[in-house]
């Protein structure tokens, strides 16, 4: 059974000016230490151009079927060291028609437009400081211009998104803002070559590039094969993040600095599932103002201003602490430091039981398999599966863990 963790308070106002000026430098010989470790591999640590051209829809004249509009996502080198991805969170792949009773989720699929900034060359925190505390709503962009989100859904009780709602064909739905999301691995947003390495995914918010489950010697990645953030250094010295079809898929803390002008505000940076699920919202029905509306000049870009983000608070909730200051040089990491509670009430417990599960379809080396490996009906029969026996994270209810823990282990 898996214990909840525990950890750091917030910055001790007696020592705040020393703690940040060494954090500052040890920022700095980070910096320094990698280079170095990129010069002697002949390895840059930078999103490639490559990479930065591969965020464009899959299919530029896909009609999403919710909004009547098409995708659009481009990333952009700034020159200064900082690299913006830009979208408007309109999937260019297929989803389900939302709101979708049967599915459970009650909230449309809607506009929703974002430009985040990151280091194009990640800067990486030293090794026992990984920001555990990921914000609320998203943590990364896929290639495919969709939000990712983390595995952790934004209720009460911090439940396993698989458990408590069913998602669409390509593993997304809409936030209660009408956000559309990926909370663990699709089969939309790229389609793997078995054997091969797999493609760009996305990148995450501290810059550092998401990639498919395959490795780049062809094996098929499990979460056990990764470090706890859920990424792995390549056999070019490159960390890279990996989604997996495992729990907790994306990545579950951030390895990377978070830049000040990252384009989420401080306050979704804060301590939620699985370290404190205090703030978070019970479900309900979607707020009447709904999300965004198309950029205000009504053309290629994200209107001014920041887009919505997930609620404060609310009435009955206490708002959660915010982790994060983005004061300052915006040049500069943000000064983050995770807050978790220690007193925290969590409604459910977490358990590891090793189960046999197939593992991200692939297609075989020159046959077609379309846009996906995925229909409503199940996989295609082109495709190839392998099934593995992985840790399967689960949930049950702390008024009965003892029960739910003897039925699991006797299925």
Request: net charge negative.
């Amino acid at each position: 059974v898996s214990t909840q963790s525990t950890g750091s308070s917030g910055i001790n106002a007696e020592y705040g000016k020393q703690w940040y000026q060494r954090r500052v430098r040890g920022v700095f010989v980070n910096m320094l230490l990698l280079w170095c470790v990129a010069l002697l591999l002949g390895q840059t640590l930078s999103l490639t151009d490559e990479e930065i051209a591969a965020f464009i829809p899959s299919d530029p004249d896909f009609v999403e079927r919710n909004t009547g509009l098409r995708s659009q996502v481009w990333a952009t080198d700034n020159g200064d060291g900082s690299v913006t991805v830009n979208t408007n969170g309109i999937p260019s792949h297929d989803t389900w028609q939302f709101p979708n009773n049967e599915s459970g989720n009650p909230h449309s699929l809607e506009e929703n437009w974002s430009s985040y900034k990151m280091f194009k060359d990640p800067i990486m925190r030293s090794e026992g400081d990984e920001l555990m505390c990921i914000p609320n709503g998203a943590i990364g962009i896929a290639t495919s211009g969709v939000y990712i989100y983390s595995w952790w859904a934004a209720e009460k009780g911090c439940p396993y998104a698989r458990d408590f709602e069913e998602l669409d064909i390509c593993e997304g739905h809409p936030a209660s803002n009408g956000e559309y999301h990926y909370h663990h691995y699709s089969p939309c947003v790229q389609m793997p070559t078995c054997g091969v390495e797999s493609p760009l995914y996305g990148v995450a918010l501290d810059g550092i590039p998401i990639y498919g489950p395959f490795a780049d010697n062809g094996q098929q990645l499990t979460r056990i094969d990764l470090d706890k953030c859920g990424g792995r250094y390549d056999s070019n010295g490159r960390y890279k993040y990996h989604v997996t079809i495992d729990p907790p898929f994306f990545p579950s803390c951030f390895k990377g600095e978070i830049r000040k002008d990252v384009g989420k505000s401080e306050e979704t940076f804060t301590c939620g599932c699985p370290y404190d699920d205090s703030g978070m919202p019970e479900r309900g029905p979607k707020p009447e103002d709904g999300g965004r509306g198309p950029p205000d000049d009504g053309g290629r870009g994200p209107p001014d201003g920041d887009r919505r983000g997930p609620p404060d608070g609310g009435e009955g909730r206490p708002k959660p602490e915010i982790i994060c200051d983005f004061s300052g040089d915006v040049n500069l990491p943000a000064v983050c430091v995770d807050k978790i509670s220690v007193n925290a009430t969590m409604s459910r417990k977490w358990i590891q039981l090793q189960e046999y599960q197939d593992l991200a379809p692939c297609c075989p080396s020159g046959a077609d398999c379309g846009a996906s490996c995925k229909t409503e009906e199940g996989i295609k029969d082109v495709c190839e599966v392998e099934t593995a026996e992985l840790g399967s994270g689960k949930t049950c209810p702390r008024t009965n863990l003892l029960g739910c823990l003897l039925r699991r282990l006797l299925r």
